[in-house]
């Protein structure tokens, strides 16, 4: 039924929403794009899954101790691997994706090493949970992703229009210099970036547990190359951009393995973006630079 699918393609994309998020904040900080954080969000999925189905606690605690273990990789991400390399002259702007390309990588071996290549369950204790709502059958758990998922992207929303650290982020996403002269403390700034964007990781990283009752150590790659497709189509440093860009992904997806192909699923979802990009390059919610416009 469409509806059906209708609310599971808001599901999947609420997810993707989440995953690109974290992307979106770091480039629109640093204007680096954070090869790392696919892992980082891998590495979330595993410790919720742990916490729920070894140690039998709630989801809650799941979900505190991805953001807790996430938040904690994001700071060493941006202490040893980002901020050496942060202002170094002669430097190349391509150093930084580098670094982080070379942590996803080291992050998905020790993942490897610690959990092995296989599927691992990820059983929520209401996955069965279901209701109707007239024709349409809604698990419980797409309303707990889709919830979480609202709260998450409309407190972040207004956490960088009303608080002072909000726009002191904004400031320094717009010109770090300047932000500086006018008394931003921009390392905070930016280490407190690159921390919250890591937290989204893990907090995406359950709700993909908990939307595919599984996980494994390849999934970091996968979702972490369609959030970086995601803030390209939204928009690079949009965070409507990068929702509306999620939604659509997800939508699109859903319905080609609903009434296509699955096989078919990941290209047709990027031929849209393509398509896209073509006719605004700068994405649905990006702004042209100065001096490109035709």
């Known amino acids: 039924m469409f509806a059906e699918q209708l609310i599971n393609g808001i599901t999947l994309g609420s997810i993707?929403?989440?995953?690109?998020?974290?992307?979106t904040l770091v480039f629109g900080v640093l204007d680096i794009i954070n090869m790392a954080h696919g892992e980082i969000f891998m590495?979330?999925?595993?410790?919720?899954?742990?916490?729920?189905?070894?140690?039998?606690?709630?989801?809650?605690?799941?979900?505190?101790?991805?953001?807790?273990?996430?938040?904690?990789?994001?700071?060493?991400?941006?202490?040893?691997?980002?901020?050496p390399l942060r202002g170094k002259s002669g430097g190349s702007p391509l150093a930084p994706l580098i670094s982080?390309?070379?942590?996803?990588?080291?992050?998905?071996?020790v993942a490897h090493k610690l959990f092995g290549a296989g599927n691992h369950l990820f059983e929520t204790p209401f996955a069965?949970?279901?209701?109707?709502?007239?024709?349409?059958?809604?698990?419980?758990?797409?309303?707990?992703?889709?919830?979480?998922?609202?709260?998450?992207?409309?407190g972040l929303s207004l956490?960088?229009?009303?608080?002072?650290?909000?726009?002191?982020?904004?400031?320094?996403?717009?010109?770090?210099?300047?932000?500086?002269?006018?008394?931003?403390?921009?390392?905070?700034?930016?280490?407190?970036?690159?921390v919250i964007a890591s937290a989204m990781g893990g907090v995406a990283?359950?709700?993909?547990?908990?939307?595919?009752?599984?996980?494994?150590?390849?999934?970091?790659?996968?979702?972490?190359?369609?959030?970086?497709?995601?803030?390209?189509?939204?928009?690079?440093?949009?965070?409507?951009?990068?929702?509306?860009?999620?939604?659509?992904?997800?939508?699109?997806?859903?319905l080609v393995v609903a009434y296509g192909s699955s096989g078919y699923r990941d290209a047709i979802a990027f031929v849209a973006i393509i398509v896209v990009l073509l006719i605004k390059p700068q994405g649905l919610f990006g702004q042209a630079l100065p001096g490109t416009e035709r």
């Open 16 to 23: 993707y929403a989440v995953v690109a998020l974290g992307y």
């Open 128 to 154: 069965e949970i279901r209701f109707d709502v007239g024709p349409v059958t809604v698990y419980l758990v797409q309303v707990v992703i889709l919830a979480i998922s609202i709260l998450l992207m409309a």
């Open 43 to 83: 590495f979330g999925a595993f410790v919720g899954m742990l916490i729920v189905t070894k140690v039998h606690s709630s989801l809650g605690i799941a979900f505190a101790g991805a953001i807790a273990s996430t938040a904690a990789m994001g700071y060493l991400l941006e202490r040893f691997a980002l901020r």
């Open 205 to 254: 990283g359950v709700l993909v547990g908990m939307a595919f009752n599984y996980i494994n150590n390849q999934m970091g790659l996968a979702m972490g190359l369609k959030g970086l497709a995601i803030i390209i189509f939204g928009g690079m440093g949009s965070v409507g951009g990068a929702m509306a860009g999620g939604l659509i992904l997800g939508l699109s997806e859903t």
């Open 159 to 194: 956490w960088l229009r009303k608080t002072r650290a909000g726009k002191a982020l904004r400031a320094t996403a717009e010109n770090l210099e300047t932000a500086a002269l006018m008394g931003v403390a921009t390392n905070r700034i930016i280490t407190a970036t690159v």
């Open 100 to 109: 982080t390309i070379g942590v996803s990588i080291i992050l998905e071996n």
